[in-house]
Every structure is written in C-alpha cells, then in structure tokens.
C-alpha cells in the first residue's frame, strides 16, 4: 500500500514537471517569434540583418527621397545612416510627423532585390527623440543633424 502511495505522488510529480515545462516551451516560443531586431542601413548593407525574418530598420529619412503612388497610399523613400542608403516601400498612411530629414523606424522585411518593405513606420514624436542604436549609427556616420538618444522609452 505504502508503495502504490510513493508511486501515485511520484507520477503526480512527473506529471506537474512536464506540464511546467511544456508551459515555459510555449512562453519562450511566444517571446522569439515576436522578437524584433533593430539595424541601421549599413548593417543591412553589411549582411548583419536576417533574411526573410521582421526587424527593424532606422536612420534619417533622405531629403528629395520621398515618392508617393497610388494616390498616396503607396510612399517609396530612403533610409539613410550617414554612410549608406536603403530604399524603404510602405503601403498605408504615414504618421504626422513622417518629413525628410527627420528620424523614422520602419519594421519590415528585406526583398529579395534589396528594398526594405515596411509593414509600419514609426516618426519621432519631437525634435530630440531618436532610438539610442540609430541615433549612435548617426553618430559614428558623422552625421551633423542634432540628436539625442532615448533613455528608457519616449520622452515626456
């Protein structure tokens, strides 16, 4: 009897160990599908950003870059890091502040031509914003634009 008890309370435990740990599989399969990288053009230039996967691509939007088809829903603009240039394609309605020679982030993907296919861009929100990697990649470009990495999230 006392040995059918210790068997019962060992299946239970076994029980509860895989159910924890098929538990904590699914939470880390959760967070690496939604992880999203962060690279500047010249990385993305480099070979630094994956192919066929999301991430985000960043810089200063460059001036007399910005086209835009289909009545305006369709924008074709460049990214820029100071050092190198990628062609960024957006298909939606582009955030207020969205100018040349300002800040942006566009997550998306990378095509097979080279072009980056945006499926959102994000602006700064005022004239001292800019993502601590972009505005550091400016930085080493030698960019001369003022800029103020974030710390901790938007500014106030």
């Known amino acids: 009897m006392a040995l059918k008890s210790r068997y019962r309370r060992l299946m239970w435990i076994?029980?509860?160990l895989a159910a924890l740990g098929l538990a904590a599989t699914?939470?880390?399969n959760a967070f690496q599908s939604n992880?999203?990288?962060?690279?500047?053009?010249?990385?993305?230039?480099?070979?630094?950003?994956?192919?066929?996967k999301q991430f985000r691509i960043g810089g200063l939007v460059e001036e007399g870059s910005v086209q835009r088809e289909g009545g305006g829903t369709t924008v074709n603009f460049r990214?820029?890091?100071g050092a190198k240039t990628m062609a960024v394609s957006y298909v939606g309605i582009l955030p207020d502040?969205?100018?040349?020679g300002?800040?942006?982030?566009?997550?998306?993907?990378l095509l097979a031509d080279g072009q980056f296919k945006a499926s959102n861009v994000l602006a700064k929100h005022d004239e001292n914003y800019m993502p601590?990697?972009?505005?550091?990649?400016?930085k080493q470009a030698g960019t001369t634009t003022l800029v103020t990495p974030a710390k901790g999230g938007a500014k106030p």
Request: net charge negative; no cysteine.
């Open 14 to 16: 076994a029980a509860g």
């Open 26 to 28: 699914l939470v880390l």
């Open 35 to 52: 992880l999203v990288f962060f690279f500047t053009p010249t990385q993305v230039a480099n070979g630094e950003a994956p192919t066929g």
């Open 79 to 81: 990214v820029t890091d």
């Open 97 to 100: 502040l969205f100018k040349e």
């Open 102 to 109: 300002k800040g942006v982030v566009a997550q998306g993907s």
């Open 132 to 138: 601590p990697e972009a505005a550091e990649a400016l």
